[in-house]
């Protein structure tokens, strides 16, 4: 009756779990696992779960999450304690501060993001998903033995490996605002994973501080990871347009010289304009384009969450997006249906609003077409020295 079917022969995953989102790191936080909730009615409201085969996630298994994490670390994630209100003893590994609190079920959080990942990148491995969707992952900052911006366990680490297992190589591409430092990181010196992460940058406060254009892997040339790390610095206000521009231009670039067995697209919502972190002007069709590209490749695709800090957007962002995964994009009304939960809190009734209706002023573009044409020279002879 709304249009949406199940895509012949092409199999598209959705992996969820009602548990996560129920988490709250803490009244101010920016990070609310409630956009999962809006994003998730927006998704069932239009009909897509009928297009997609949906699991609901488990938690991953201590064992799994060793494969990155360590065992202390773990240890100390699984027994922290919610700190009394005037208690302000240092916890370890970066636990406990203002952005990465410790609250009442934290690792079951973690393990059931991870797990989601997990079971996503297996879902790809057996060949049962040609898109495998997880929007409650792509927690990008979080390290081996330390939490970082909001992560406490890399997900998008974990599901790597275990493509790794499968496929020689992987293409991490990450369009967040945030550099996916934690991600960049871990596969730092293999040249079975590149990664390239789009973001703002600024040179100094704009968390987490790193990914300027000249970081592209360890400076030894003899270090199998040189050159297998791109990095994408922006600033303030950078369109549809252009993004979707460099999206191609450099995804096309690494595909080419790097030839993926699979791609891992971290879609954090935090690079749509009006994000209450973000700083770009780049909308739901704009960011949507980078799936769609990705999804045109024809490679196996997994898609994670990330950042996205103004519920409603986010929504808009990842419903279009499961939209794009299944085929019905073209086809399906912009208008958010009637029934759909919470519908007024996406305050304009269209999946797509306009700038001025998101922002109302226009936040100023603060790149140049010389700025973006240097960015897209430097990635190119990156990519010369690898050979795939
Ligand atoms: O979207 O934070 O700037 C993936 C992701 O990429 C910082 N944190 C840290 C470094 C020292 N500061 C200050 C501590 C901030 C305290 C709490 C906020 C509270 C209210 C409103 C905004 C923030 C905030 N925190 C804004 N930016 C930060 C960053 C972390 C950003 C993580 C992005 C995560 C999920
Ligand atoms: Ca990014
Ligand atoms: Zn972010």
Redesign the pocket.
């Known amino acids: 009756a709304n249009g949406i079917v199940r895509p012949k022969g092409y199999n598209v995953s959705w992996h969820v779990n009602p548990e996560i989102e129920k988490h709250h790191f803490g009244n101010?936080?920016?990070?609310k696992p409630w956009r999962l909730t809006l994003s998730k009615g927006l998704i069932m409201s239009y009909g897509m779960h009928a297009a997609m085969d949906t699991f609901v996630t488990r938690q991953a298994t201590e064992e799994e999450m060793r494969d990155f994490h360590t065992e202390d670390y773990l240890e100390y994630l699984k027994t922290a304690k919610v700190a009394m209100p005037d208690d302000d003893t240092p916890m370890p590994y970066n636990l406990g501060?203002?952005?990465c609190p410790v609250f009442e079920g934290l690792f079951n959080y973690c393990s059931m993001y991870s797990g989601a990942s997990i079971d996503a990148a297996r879902k790809l491995c057996n060949n049962e998903s040609d898109i495998a969707i997880n929007w409650s992952g792509?927690?990008?900052?979080a390290k081996k033995a330390e939490a970082s911006?909001?992560?406490y366990a890399n997900d998008i680490v974990l599901a790597i490996l275990q493509i790794l297992r499968k496929y020689p190589r992987v293409l991490y591409v990450d369009i967040?605002?945030?550099h996916g430092d934690g991600v960049e990181e871990a596969f730092w010196s293999t040249d079975r994973v590149m990664t390239l992460s789009i973001h703002k940058y600024d040179g100094l406060s704009f968390?987490p501080g790193t990914g300027d254009l000249e970081r592209t892997g360890p400076p030894d040339e003899n270090n199998p990871g040189a050159h297998h790390a791109l990095n994408v610095p922006l600033s303030d206000g950078i369109n549809d347009e252009q993004y979707i521009w460099l999206f191609k231009t450099l995804v096309g670039k690494c595909v080419e010289r790097f030839r993926p067995n699979a791609i891992v697209l971290q879609c954090?919502a935090?690079s749509l304009a009006g994000d209450r972190?973000g700083r770009f002007n780049v909308q739901v069709q704009g960011h949507g384009a980078c799936v769609a590209y990705c999804k045109s490749l024809k490679i196996p695709l997994m898609l994670v969450g990330?950042?996205g800090y103004t519920p409603r957007n986010v929504a808009r962002a990842w419903a279009h997006e499961t939209s794009i995964a299944i085929g019905c994009d073209q086809t399906i009304d912009p208008i958010i249906p009637m029934h759909t939960p919470y519908r007024s809190h996406f305050r304009h009734e269209t999946l797509f609003p306009t700038l001025e209706q998101i922002l109302g002023d226009p936040r100023p573009n603060r790149n140049t077409p010389k700025k973006l044409d240097d960015i897209v020279q430097h990635v190119t002879e990156q990519l010369r020295f690898v050979n795939a």
């Open positions: 101010s936080h920016p990070m501060g203002s952005d792509g927690l990008h900052h911006g909001f992560c967040d605002v945030h968390f954090g935090d972190l990330g950042g």
